[in-house]
Structure formats: C-alpha cells, structure tokens
C-alpha cells in the first residue's frame, strides 16, 4: 500500500508536493535535485496487474527504485511518480496498453530517497489465453538529447495542465 | 502400446540448434542427438542450420520438432508455431559486449558518432540488445552502418582492420576471444540482462513427450554419460522453464523489439 514519503528517507534539502494519483488519490512526496544514473548495460523491469500493483521487479528495478523489495511488491507502480511528470504522459499510457497497444515514452521517476532517474520504458500488455492479465514495463538508458527534450516538453505540459495538486506545498 | 512405440521409432523427427552455437560445441550437439535418442527411445535427425533466415523457413515449413532456440525467436515458435519451451541451460548467459579498437577515441557509448560503422553477427539477440545499449548515444538503425559478418572473429577483425567502429560480441565469443586480439580492443560496456536466454523447446509432433523431454534434460546430469554431453555443450545442466516463464521472456523480447 502506498503511503506519503516521511523526511528522514530523503537524504539532504527537499520539496514537498501533493501529486494527485489515479485511482488512488493525494499523496505527500518529498524531492531532491539530484539525479542517480542509469546503470549502464541494464535493463530495469517491472510487472503489474490490471490494476498498475507491482507482482514482479527485477533486482536493478529494485536498486534504482531505492525501495525494498518487499515494499515494492503489492504497490501500486505510482510509487514511482514524479511530480515534474504530467499527467498526460500517464494517462496518454493507460489509453494505450488498456487498448492492447504497446506505449513508448521517457520518463522521470522519483526515488524512495528524494532522488530521480530518468529512463526509457516500453510497456505491453500482457495477454494470456486471449485476456490482459497485467503489463510488463521495461526501461533502458535514454539519451541526454532525449532528456533535454522531455523536460522541455514536460514543463510545458505542466504549465497547462495547471493542476491543483502538482506544486509545492506553500 | 507396442504398436505406438514401434511407430515412434520410425518417425524421424527433426532437433535443431540456434546457428549461433560456438564452434567449439559443435560436436557436443552431435552428442547430445545420440544420447537423446539412446534416452527418449525416438528417432531424431539433427539438422545444423547456417544461417538464422534458413532455420526460421525450415521453421515455416513445419519441419522442425525440438529447437535450442535463441530467444528472438522464441516468440513466434511459441505464439505463432505452438511450441512450448521446457528447459533453459545453467551456466551461459546470452550478454552482449559493445567493443572498440583499443586505440578509439570513442572512450563511452554517449562519444560515437551517427553514421558509425557497426559490426555484428547475425545472432538477433545479441544485435537488439547492441542496438539498444548505443541508444544513448542516439544511434538507431536508421543513422548506423550495419556490417553483417558471418562470426565473432569477423566482428574483430573488422574492428582491428579499422572497417568498423564499434562491434558486437556475445560475451562467451568475447572471453573466448585470445589474448593477442583482445589487447588491441577495449570493451566499452556488457549487457547485464539476464532474464533473456536460449530455450529448448519441443514442437507441436512432440508434444505427447514434453514430460520426458523436460524430465530427461532435469535429470541429464545424474543419468549414465549425461554430465559429459553437458560438458560438451558448455552446460552445467537444465533448469525447469514453465510457461509463464516463457511467456515473460516474450513479452520482455516484445517490449525489446518494438521500435
């Protein structure tokens, strides 16, 4: 069950934001400036329901998350929410793979310690005897030209989705 | 029974190895083919595929019955051509290495160039996931020179002829590389996947079989001169693949391929 990150997780100075989750609600998280790498050469994989609940996560998932394993099983993979990601991007996600389609896209996840990473992930349904029984998502390093373009991008989304929940807490 | 049993041993089905064996395990598949047959009490022709397009049309054409596949193909012989993979091999691991001449000033991924000349085999796996890993660098199939090669020792010697920039190897090809080549090239980086790998897998003329083919392999190192065949093959042994197992690793390639 997800819960609002607590300050002594993060390491060093940090802001506060309420983003507003799908289907779950409010949530507290805590941010830092600083970027963790991409391990180079791995690739970073996660399963979930139908529902977006983590049932598997490889062991780079679980280094980079900076979660425990344990507290990332039986999750929702929203844990993993930024709050400079728009919500467009997830929603543009969940249209896709809810639709049987394969979805592309650079994202910015936030860490269990306040920190982010960016990625690449691919994310496909899952279809087992003909049903969609959850997803996999696989991420992979993404180019610093990539990144430039998606901050670029995201801001601008940000700026127009003007949510009331996004922002730091005033 | 008698008469089922005398018309399997008449039926002559066919076992086939991924073309990316390494040379040096060549005989150890042509063992293997007489110790299954010895064990499983069925007839098996063991057909060695050159190429990865002549196996895929054989493939087509329904000829083949058990595949050590690579996992690029895996999706189609079980999606498509209703194959069920049993077994995966312990002790080998499908990575690839990204190398460069020892004297590039290429010194990470993120430095080479679009348009860079690009060595590899024909190995699918291992020429996805390079692929992937140059991604950083923002190179993509549409802003690279792709050299095919017929081997790994072709992929370095392009690399030392100064032909190409960058090359793929699979790491088990790299290590096996000598000393001599290696020092004139520099390894920029190794996948670390290791949810992708080859697969044996049974078709569906076999399918009556799947149990002891998959028990057979389980319990191949205890059985009379199994270890040797294993040693043969580079294998410590076989672990037990079910089906989601199988079905995880396409969705992984899936996700892989998909551009």
Known sequence: MLRDMQSTAVVGDFREYHINLYGFGARKVLVTDEEVPYPDGKLIVSRTDTRGIITHCNQSFVEMSGHTREALIGTEHSILRHPDMPGVAFKSLWDDVEAGKIWHGYVKNLRGDGKFYWVYATVIPNVRDGKVVGYTSVRRKPSRTKIRESIALYKQLKAQEGSQWDGPEV | ?259
Request: net charge negative; aromatic share 8%.
């Open chain 2, 1 to 259: 029974m008698g008469w089922a049993g005398g018309m399997n041993m008449e039926t002559i089905y066919q076992l086939t190895v991924s073309p990316d064996f390494t040379p040096e395990h060549i005989s150890g598949w042509y063992i293997y083919n007489t110790w299954l047959q010895r064990n499983l009490g069925l007839h098996f022709h063991l057909e060695m595929y050159d190429s990865f397009d002549a196996q895929r049309e054989a493939i087509r054409q329904d000829k083949v019955d058990l595949i050590y596949a690579n996992p690029y193909d895996a999706s189609m012989l079980v999606r498509e051509k209703g194959f069920r993979a049993v077994v995966r091999p312990i002790g080998v691991a499908d990575e690839c290495v990204i190398v460069v001449p020892a004297d590039s000033p290429v010194q990470k991924v993120e430095d080479l160039q679009p348009n860079a000349r690009v060595a590899s085999t024909d190995d699918p796996d291992i020429h996805l996931v390079g692929m992937i890993m140059l991604e950083p660098a923002d190179l993509n199939a549409d802003n690279v020179q792709s050299i095919t090669v017929d081997g790994y020792v072709l992929v370095a010697k392009a690399l030392l002829k100064g032909s190409a920039d960058v090359g793929f190897f699979l790491k088990d090809a790299w290590d096996g590389l000598s000393n001599t080549v290696r020092k004139q090239l520099r390894p920029l980086v190794t996948s670390q996947i290791s949810d992708i790998q080859h697969v044996l897998l049974v078709g569906p003329r076999l399918m009556d079989s799947v149990e002891d083919i998959q028990g057979l392999m389980l319990r191949m190192p205890q059985i009379e001169k199994g270890a040797g065949v294993l040693e043969a093959l580079g294998f410590e042994g076989w672990a037990e693949v079910d089906h989601e197992d199988t079905e995880f690793m396409i969705d992984l390639m899936d996700t892989l391929k998909a551009r």
